[in-house]
C-alpha cells in the first residue's frame, strides 16, 4: 500500500508539472536594416556604399567619410568604408590616401582581407598587397 501511495504522488507530480505554464524566452533583439537604418553613421554607410555602386564616387566619398565620423558600431563596417576609400582614391591617383585607407581598413577590422577579384584589380591590388605584406 506503502509504494502505491508513492507511486501515486509522483504521477500526481508529474501531470501537475505538465499543467505548469512555461514562458517562452524574449524574442532577441532585432538588428535588421530599419533598425541599423536608424542610426546616422549606419544610414551614411549605406548611402555611401549605394552612391559607389552608382558610380557617383565624389558622394560616395563624401558619405564614406561622414559614416566614419559619426562613429560606425562595426569594425567590419568601418573597414568596408575604408575600403570603399582605398578604391576611389586609388582610381583618383591619390596613392598615400588609398595606402592609408588599406591600413586603416586593416585596423578597424584585423580580419580584413580583399576578394581574389579585388586584389586583382590593375590600380588597387598591387597597393593592397604592397601595404598587406
Not at 65 to 89: E, P, Q, V, Y
Amino acid at each position: 500500500m506503502k509504494t502505491a501511495n508513492t507511486f501515486l504522488l509522483h504521477i500526481g507530480a508529474l501531470l501537475l508539472t505538465g499543467c505548469a505554464v512555461i514562458n517562452p524566452p524574449p524574442p532577441p533583439a532585432s538588428n535588421g536594416l530599419s533598425d541599423l537604418m536608424e542610426r546616422p553613421a549606419e544610414r551614411a554607410l549605406f548611402e555611401g556604399i549605394r552612391a559607389y555602386d552608382d558610380g557617383q564616387y565624389p558622394q560616395a566619398e563624401i558619405a564614406l567619410r561622414r559614416a566614419l565620423g559619426m562613429g560606425l558600431a562595426s569594425g567590419r563596417d568601418k573597414a568596408n568604408a575604408h575600403k570603399l576609400l582605398a578604391f576611389i582614391t586609388c582610381t583618383s591617383q591619390r596613392m598615400a590616401q588609398c595606402e592609408a585607407e588599406f591600413r586603416a581598413a586593416r585596423s578597424a577590422d584585423p580580419a580584413f582581407s580583399l576578394n581574389r577579384s579585388e586584389s586583382g584589380h590593375p590600380l588597387w591590388g598591387p597597393v593592397y598587397r604592397k601595404v598587406m605584406m
